[in-house]
C-alpha cells in the first residue's frame, strides 16, 4: 500500500515491499517470490564461480533461458523449476504453512536462510 510523505519539501510517494503490486502488474505477488528465487540461484552460481553455460548444465535448461531468468525474465519458469534448480545446486527448500496473521488472504515470502 503506497502513502505521499514530504522530504525536503518535495511530495514522494512511498510504494509498498512488492514493487510489482505498485507497478500493477498481475499476478505481483507470485512475480515478487519468483524474483526472490531467481536472485537466490544468481547468487549461488557467483559464489561457485559459473558460468552461464555450466550453470545451465547443472540445472537442465538452455542457456538462453538460464540468463533470461538471471535477469528478471521469468514469466515462462515456473516456481517449481526454479526450486528444482535450487536443489540441483546442493540447496534446500523448506516450505512452511501456517495462518496468515490478521489477514483473509495469506501471502507468500522467500526466506533465504
Known sequence: MSRIVTVNGIAIEQGSDNPYADLGYPAAEEMLVKA????????????????????AELLGMPQPELSEMLRGKFRGVSQAKMIDCLNRLGHDVDIVVRKAK????????????
Do not use: C, F, P
Open 102 to 113: 490478521r489477514r483473509t488472504m495469506g501471502h507468500t515470502h522467500v526466506v533465504m536462510a
Open 36 to 55: 526472490g528465487l531467481a536472485h537466490e540461484i544468481g547468487e549461488i552460481i557467483k559464489s561457485r564461480h559459473l558460468t552461464h553455460q555450466r550453470a
